[in-house]
């Protein structure tokens, strides 16, 4: 290629995205919305809710089934490859890995990244073993935090309880040994829609040379906008409130565009779309409507 | 060609599964994914996945005795093949992951660490947009600057002659490169939604 060509484009600078991810928390087979990390309520198929966000317009998923490791079982290979199958972004998969077979199989099965939990707490040899062989950019920490009257705490989601392990300390730690992404998950804003943890997403980032994914407590577009503006997260991630409207990623997406540079590739991209406080969708005028009637929207081939 | 014989080459360590997910999805129906020689030789184009570390793919290939399969085929035969991500890298002569290592060396050129400006992270991870400046075969169905999805901590160091495609991240990143036949990019397609999907039938039509 034509080295002036190059030189051109390198002034403007970080073409790199914000990710918006989407969190499918799995329960024996089924999506679940999840609160404070104890109380499920049933949503649906992991394949269908996967195949919507893809269609809307997400940029990652992040599959994490929270029955595996309870139940003592390999992880849910049929489950993933089903889910994967109209998965055309990347599809990390947690939930129970706790070997390098495991982390092989779910890789045939149509995952794309692993993230590491309980292994990243009880066996860390796991994060140095699994990035040789896998790369490191395979290999996701996720770290589940619970604010303590002494501070941060690392959560144990299996024994309920949280351990004496620093959140960052074991970011630190993860990083070391090779991982390639930490998730930071906050187990107090999990399903309250009071938004980001800013202290702690702000406590990791700033000590970590790796991109970190947030979660846990994300409303609407306007927590997302927060985050990116106040941290130096690489992505966000949100579960709840993307299951329950229709279209929740491209209206997202629309209002985060707005301070943020984001992926906008879907054809509903509702940018000439008004919002109402609450960022939820206002209806378009009668007249308006009315010629949508009549608007042809060629579906694209490719 | 409206419906190649396409390959997967299996190497043990990859994300086969989505690549094949993303083909299927086109409609192309005679789509493998093996390492079997007899199936690799029947094949109209090939591609050479990737979610690795350059090591462990190197020597899965050599052990599969698949370095001098693909040699045959894509060399000797002329093969058209696709190399994704890590399975890009492995078309280079060497690679600096972990200590160096060979690849296929039929694009000359080293795979090194990225070296990222302050405040850049590592791995290279996101959706970022690429710049293709001819009409590559593969991109020929894709907009200008499209987003594709990078997932890596290394890039290809090579001759500008052979890149058509690169992105931005503070330094020049190598997206895609080719060498007649050869094709290998960065990003993976079978993550990049309808950008992806547009490279793969832009590829497979250009056969």
Sequence with gaps: MDLNYFEAFLIQSDMLKKRVAATIIVKDGIVVQSINFSKYLPVGKPAIAIEFLNQWGIDEIILLDISTARNNQDPDYLMIRKASEKCFVPLTVG?????????KQLMHCGADKISLNHAAIYQPELITKASHIFGDQCIVVSIDAIKTREGYRVYDYLTKKALKIIPKDLAIKAVELGAGEILINSVDRDGTYIGYDLQLI????????????????????????????????SAASAAN???FTEHSVNTTKANISNHTLVRLETHASY?????????????????????LLYVRIEKEII | MKNPKIVIVDYGVGNTHSVSNAINSLGYKKLKISDKESVIAEADVLILPGVGAF?????????????????????VKQKPILGICVGMQLLATHSEENGLHKGLNWIKGTVKKIQPMENYAVPHVGWNDVYTQNNS???????????????????FDCRNEYII???????KVTAAVQLDNIFGVQFHPE??????????????NSI
């Design chain 1, 95 to 103: 939930g129970g890995v706790s070997n390098i077979e495991h982390i």
């Design chain 1, 202 to 233: 702000n406590s990791i980032c700033e000590l970590v040379s790796i991109p970190v994914i947030c979660s846990g407590g994300a409303k609407n577009a306007n927590d997302f906008v927060d985050v990116f503006k106040n941290t130096n997260v």
């Design chain 2, 55 to 75: 090591e462990a793919c190197a020597d899965n290939l050599r052990e599969r005795n698949l370095d001098t399969i693909l040699n045959e085929q894509v060399l």
């Design chain 2, 165 to 171: 495609g690169f992105c931005d991240y503070g330094i």
């Design chain 2, 191 to 204: 993550k990049s939604q309808t950008s992806g999907l547009k490279l793969f039938r832009s590829f497979f």
């Design chain 1, 241 to 243: 409130f993307f299951h």
């Design chain 2, 137 to 155: 075969p593969i991109f020929i169905n894709n907009e200008r600057d499209s987003n594709f999805y990078f997932d890596h901590s290394y890039y």
């Design chain 1, 271 to 291: 940018r000439e779309n008004h919002f109402d406080d609450t960022l939820r969708l206002i209806k378009k005028a009668d007249e308006e409507l009315e010629k």
